[in-house]
């Protein structure tokens, strides 16, 4: 069934057909051959029966704070380098999680936006965040566009997408998946572009005569729900954002696919590629789901990255693996691959790169 699974995955990225999602009964599917998402029951299972390693230090049935100060430490990015980042160069600042703020060809982009305290739809139900958040909806600088990939809590707060609105307002473009729009009206939202993959639309212009920036809904291979009873009624996705100077590419949420192949093809390569590195156990519920730090190579090389930017750990505690075993399993597979660790690593919570054609530095 996996051979199978490989070879169909295979041909779709050989073929020159970039797939579209397909709607059945009101539901997205994906539309290449894989597994899918273990059920209910399964899922229970896996969680049940299998060690978790995640290893959060803790004292008083809290988080140990002294000792994620060590591991785990966070940066407050500075005010005026935020306001002001490199005309000519990509800015890029890991917020926590999923979260980024990138600075490019003239606009301030956050993708899925998470500055809560925790995410869920409750806060005693709620994960809570185990790092605190580097910076404030307050203390960012003008934001032009947002993405959002999927609407799982720990991509789309309610709270956040509030405090967003209500500081910027109009000047705020939201990019969507498609199914997502009401949702984001309904908190308020004006701008808000609903996209299916494949899908493009040029931003408005930031200064008469210059060039739009693009913004490309590409696929992943996920799932969608936040309720009992909206399965896969929003579709998900990646992002590629295609500027004049740069280019960006957000895989956000996904298992490993030939899919990244195709994006690659079709936008790469890209100078700046966020993708994650955790929450992968127990890999028998998440590998469909979730790319793990080996996978996470294959990614930054099938869509012909420049650098990338480990996300998707550090956070949130929603998985099995050691809370510090991402970039150290992520080291590894870079070594086996004969990858310098220059070209895809980590950075701390609150602190910002400069990437330039030559070369890069943190600030």
């Not at 709607?23 to 229970?44: C, D, H, K, Q």
């Not at 200064?207 to 579709?235: I, Y």
């Not at 701390?348 to 030559?358: A, N, Q, R, S």
């Amino acid at each position: 069934m996996a051979a199978q699974s490989q070879k169909d995955d295979a041909e779709v990225a050989e073929s020159g057909e970039y797939p579209k999602a397909k709607r059945e009964n009101g539901m997205f599917v994906i539309p290449w051959s894989t597994p899918g998402l273990p059920s209910a029951l399964n899922a229970m299972k896996w969680f049940m029966t299998s060690p978790n390693d995640s290893n959060l230090p803790t004292s008083f049935y809290s988080y140990d704070n002294k000792e994620l100060d060590r591991t785990l430490p966070v940066l407050s990015p500075d005010k005026a380098t935020l306001d002001s980042p490199p005309p000519n160069d990509v800015q890029v600042t890991w917020i926590g999680h999923a979260t980024v703020l990138v600075q490019m060809d003239g606009l301030n982009i956050l993708t899925d936006p998470v500055f809560n305290h925790y995410c869920g739809m409750a806060r005693m139900i709620g994960v809570k965040r185990y790092r605190p958040l580097p910076c404030t909806v307050d203390e960012l600088p003008d934001i032009d566009a947002v993405c959002i990939s999927h609407n799982h809590y720990d991509h789309l707060d309610y709270t956040t997408v509030c405090d967003l609105n209500n500081r910027f307002g109009d000047k705020i473009h939201w990019y969507v998946p498609m199914g997502l729009r009401k949702w984001m009206t309904d908190c308020g939202c004006h701008n808000v572009v609903e996209l299916e993959w494949w899908e493009e639309h040029a931003h408005p212009k930031c200064t008469e005569g210059s060039e739009a920036v693009k913004f490309a809904f590409t696929p992943a291979q996920h799932w969608c729900r936040r309720g009992l009873n909206d399965m896969n009624k929003v579709l998900w996705g990646s992002w590629s954002i295609i500027g004049p100077q740069h280019r960006f590419f957000f895989a956000a949420d996904s298992g490993y696919c030939q899919i990244f192949k195709q994006i690659g093809k079709r936008y790469g390569p890209f100078d700046l590629a966020a993708i994650p590195i955790g929450a992968y156990e127990p890999r028998g519920l998440m590998y469909f789901q979730h790319a793990n730090p080996q996978e996470a190579v294959a990614i930054h090389q099938d869509v012909n990255s420049n650098f990338s930017l480990a996300i998707h750990w550090g956070t949130f505690n929603l998985s099995y693996e050691h809370y510090l075993d991402p970039p150290k399993k992520l080291i590894e597979s870079l070594n086996n691959k004969g990858i310098p660790q220059a070209r895809f690593h980590t950075i701390k919570h609150g602190e910002i790169k400069v990437l330039t054609k030559d070369k890069e530095s943190n600030i």
